[in-house]
């Protein structure tokens, strides 16, 4: 495999029974995609029943496999030890939340749309193009860098988002904070034109679904920033003083310690001290 990129394949696969959706190989790959995936997925399904753990990487000499999964699906990619494994997640995380929005029809679920799907490799054709848009902007842009500042700001801002909707609430009281941060974000819409690609539902606000490649890095952190200071401010109107600060401590300070170079490097400690503490 060649050094000189940070992607050399990738793999969705159906966790069940290892059948492979679809397979990218972007660089010399001397096997079979094809007859990877089962071992893939038989490796990540022995790793959570032998202990308890879910399979993230796994390391060879010279490569490293990342798996990101979802209940009925996994997505592995093999890369580079040189390549940043945050970015990598990024990527993988952003890919299947596009597969799950677009590729499974409304009326459905994942695991009924894969029980009556024949195998056929053109089914998921658009997707595959999608991902080889994904990776290919990735890996050629000029702007390589930014798209990396803006990965990490994007996936550590979703980890404290995610922090404060962990609150012990009630599903109603929930429903009232996400309804009330959409109202208090609307004014800035027109401004970060992002934000209509972020889902607002009753599990919280997803942001992983921002085009980073469209919106410029010095926008995306402002609107990030604002977007926790309006989460903020929603929660404490809505969640009581105890269930605020057990949030606090049981779910946002965890995260900020495991993470705290990237938030350091960022400067998003700052924004959660401001607002969060």
């Not at 997925?41 to 029943?49: E, G, H, L, P, V």
């Not at 929005?101 to 997707?127: H, I, Q, Y």
């Not at 994904?134 to 990490?152: I, N, P």
């Amino acid at each position: 495999m060649s050094d000189r990129r940070s992607i050399h394949g990738i793999w969705l696969i159906e966790r069940l029974t290892g059948r492979n959706l679809i397979s990218k190989a972007y660089t010399g790959v001397s096997i079979d995609m094809d007859l990877i995936a089962p071992f893939l997925s038989a490796t990540f399904t022995f790793i959570d029943k032998a202990s308890n753990e879910e399979l993230t990487t796994i390391d060879t000499e010279t490569n490293r496999y990342v798996w990101e999964s979802s209940e009925h699906l996994l997505l592995v990619m093999v890369v580079s030890k040189a390549a940043r494994l945050g970015h990598m997640r990024f990527i993988l995380q952003y890919a299947l939340n596009e597969f799950l929005r677009n590729e499974v029809p409304d009326d459905v679920d994942v695991e009924s749309m894969l029980k009556k799907w024949t195998g056929a490799p053109s089914t998921f054709k658009k997707f595959g193009s999608f991902v080889n848009e994904l990776v290919e902007q990735f890996e050629t842009t000029d702007e390589a860098l930014v798209a990396g500042k803006s990965m990490d700001c994007l996936e550590v801002y979703n980890h404290l988002f995610r922090a404060i909707y962990k609150a012990k609430i009630s599903k109603s009281t929930m429903k009232k904070l996400t309804k009330r941060v959409k109202e208090m974000a609307e004014p800035l819409f027109e401004r970060y034109l992002c934000l209509n690609q972020v889902v607002f539902d009753e599990t919280g606000v997803e942001i992983l679904g921002i085009d980073i490649y469209n919106v410029q890095y010095k926008l995306l952190r402002e609107c990030l920033e604002e977007m926790l200071r309006i989460i903020t401010v929603a929660a404490k109107e809505l969640l009581s003083a105890k269930a605020f600060n057990d949030m606090i401590f049981e779910h946002a300070m965890p995260y900020v310690k495991r993470d705290l170079s990237r938030l350091q490097t960022y400067a998003i400690l700052d924004d959660v001290i401001r607002y969060l503490f």
